[in-house]
């Protein structure tokens, strides 16, 4: 049976897009990166993601499906992007703009500074079926958006989107209330009804559309790989979100309370998707295959010993538990942050695959990767 693959990249800012970088690099020294049949993201995951979609073509694959030009062409644009703050200058220019809100500033120097034009069609038909996810502040559904069309299931869907991937990651990224919302505005004729749009018939509702982070309603990005009936062999997991923080002392003004209320439902959201996919994971017949499907998932608060595999590249520390904690932001990550976060990505990818889904690489990568930011080895 042909493996069908899907990969889920999750949010968290420039801490997510450096450590999914580390973690797709070891995916694709594992060949694994032209068996992927699709590819979901939110908020800062979108960022790595989407780049790669649109230098696919540009990526060398060796008769072993390995990338020999990955760093070059992938990695060290990102790196460099990285180094760089957006956010201060989107808020302080978004602010007091006539025309622009804050997640139309931030879509904007992702443009000028990453993505330099490129467009969502630009994305070959050969490559992997990307989705982008985001939220829509007016019916408060995940929306899709990919080459083929843009779909929120309560208003329709609107085909084959002329959009700069810029526009896309800035609104998978428009994370509330600062960054959000990115304004979308789309020709009312041309969305398609579909099955259970109950509110196609609100023309304003498919005319301008009010956007916010992919996170706010599925930050794994999970909902599109683990829906279906079988449409997916193997799902791995790559989650940049940091635990919930347990403390002792609240504060219990109203701003506080409800801080912490959001934090406290976004917890409870994640968990229940990943309870749902570990679940699934574990889910065998007699003869010891997956039901649903197999994969893995490797979360950045992850606790690499907690594998009990003998070969990773790495046991815990201090060092490796405090990288949950890198802050969100968008602004410049230093040489160090990024080698860690590249190489705890790698890392955990590197053992997760190499002890859950030993049966998709070749046999002969199935060997213990080697650091791609050797002086920030962990």
Same mark, same amino acid.
């Given at each position: 049976?042909?493996?069908?693959?899907?990969?889920?990249?999750? +949010?968290?800012?420039?801490?997510?897009?450096?450590?999914?970088?580390?973690?797709?690099?070891?995916?694709?020294?594992?060949?694994?990166?032209?068996?992927?049949?699709? /590819? #979901?993201?939110?908020?800062?995951?979108?960022?790595? #993601?989407?780049?790669?979609?649109?230098?696919?073509?540009?990526? $060398?694959?060796?008769?072993?499906?390995?990338? &020999?030009?990955?760093?070059?062409?992938?990695?060290?644009?990102?790196?460099?992007?990285?180094?760089?703050?957006?956010?201060? =200058?989107?808020?302080?220019?978004?602010?007091?703009?006539?025309?622009?809100?804050?997640?139309?500033?931030?879509?904007?120097?992702?443009?000028?500074?990453?993505?330099?034009?490129?467009?969502?069609? @630009?994305?070959?038909?050969?490559? %992997?079926?990307?989705?982008?996810?985001?939220?829509?502040?007016?019916? +408060?559904? !995940?929306?899709?958006?990919?080459?083929?069309?843009?779909? @929120?299931?309560?208003? +329709?869907?609107?085909?084959?989107?002329?959009? %700069?991937?810029?526009? /896309?990651?800035?609104?998978? !990224?428009?994370?509330? %209330?600062?960054?959000?919302?990115?304004?979308?505005?789309?020709?009312?004729?041309?969305?398609?009804?579909?099955?259970?749009?109950?509110?196609?018939?609100?023309?304003?509702?498919?005319?301008?559309?009010?956007?916010?982070?992919?996170?706010?309603? @599925?930050?794994?990005?999970?909902?599109?790989? &683990?829906?279906?009936?079988?449409?997916?062999? $193997?799902?791995?997991?790559?989650?940049?979100?940091? *635990?919930?923080?347990?403390? #002792?002392?609240?504060?219990?003004?109203?701003?506080?309370?409800?801080?912490?209320?959001?934090?406290?439902? &976004?917890?409870?959201?994640?968990?229940?998707?990943?309870?749902?996919?570990?679940?699934?994971?574990?889910?065998?017949?007699?003869?010891?295959?997956?039901?649903?499907?197999?994969?893995?998932?490797?979360?950045?608060?992850?606790?690499?010993?907690?594998?009990?595999? #003998?070969?990773?590249?790495?046991?815990? !520390?201090?060092?490796?538990?405090?990288?949950?904690?890198?802050?969100?932001?968008?602004?410049?990550?230093?040489?160090? =942050?990024?080698?860690?976060?590249?190489?705890? +990505?790698?890392?955990?990818? @590197?053992?997760?695959?190499?002890?859950?889904?030993?049966?998709?690489?070749?046999?002969?990568?199935?060997?213990?990767?080697?650091? *791609?930011?050797?002086?920030?080895?962990?």
């Amino acid at each position: 049976m042909e493996n069908k693959i899907g990969l889920a990249v999750s +949010g968290g800012g420039y801490r997510a897009t450096l450590y999914s970088l580390g973690a797709i690099w070891r995916l694709n020294q594992f060949g694994l990166l032209p068996k992927l049949k699709t /590819v #979901t993201s939110v908020s800062g995951g979108s960022i790595t #993601t989407a780049y790669l979609a649109i230098k696919w073509d540009q990526l $060398h694959f060796n008769s072993d499906d390995v990338a &020999t030009n990955f760093d070059e062409v992938v990695a060290l644009p990102i790196q460099r992007f990285c180094s760089r703050t957006i956010d201060v =200058e989107s808020v302080l220019s978004g602010l007091f703009s006539l025309k622009d809100t804050v997640g139309d500033k931030v879509a904007k120097a992702y443009d000028k500074h990453l993505f330099k034009e490129a467009n969502i069609q @630009d994305i070959p038909n050969h490559a %992997p079926e990307f989705i982008f996810y985001g939220t829509n502040y007016q019916t +408060g559904s !995940s929306i899709r958006i990919q080459k083929s069309g843009i779909t @929120d299931y309560k208003i +329709g869907k609107y085909p084959v989107p002329d959009l %700069p991937i810029a526009k /896309v990651v800035g609104i998978s !990224s428009a994370f509330p %209330p600062v960054l959000s919302p990115v304004t979308l505005k789309t020709n009312p004729n041309l969305w398609e009804k579909t099955q259970y749009a109950d509110y196609f018939e609100n023309p304003s509702l498919r005319t301008k559309l009010q956007l916010t982070d992919g996170g706010l309603y @599925d930050n794994l990005g999970l909902e599109a790989l &683990t829906k279906g009936n079988g449409d997916f062999t $193997h799902v791995i997991a790559c989650d940049a979100g940091a *635990p919930f923080k347990v403390q #002792t002392n609240i504060k219990t003004n109203h701003v506080s309370q409800l801080l912490r209320m959001t934090d406290l439902m &976004t917890d409870q959201q994640r968990a229940l998707r990943k309870r749902k996919l570990i679940s699934d994971y574990k889910k065998l017949d007699g003869q010891g295959q997956h039901q649903v499907y197999g994969g893995t998932y490797f979360g950045i608060s992850t606790k690499i010993n907690n594998y009990d595999f #003998t070969d990773s590249m790495t046991t815990d !520390s201090d060092l490796t538990a405090n990288l949950k904690n890198f802050r969100t932001r968008l602004n410049a990550f230093s040489a160090e =942050e990024q080698g860690r976060l590249i190489n705890w +990505g790698y890392a955990l990818s @590197d053992t997760a695959i190499r002890k859950w889904v030993r049966e998709l690489p070749a046999e002969k990568l199935l060997v213990r990767g080697q650091w *791609p930011i050797m002086k920030y080895a962990l």
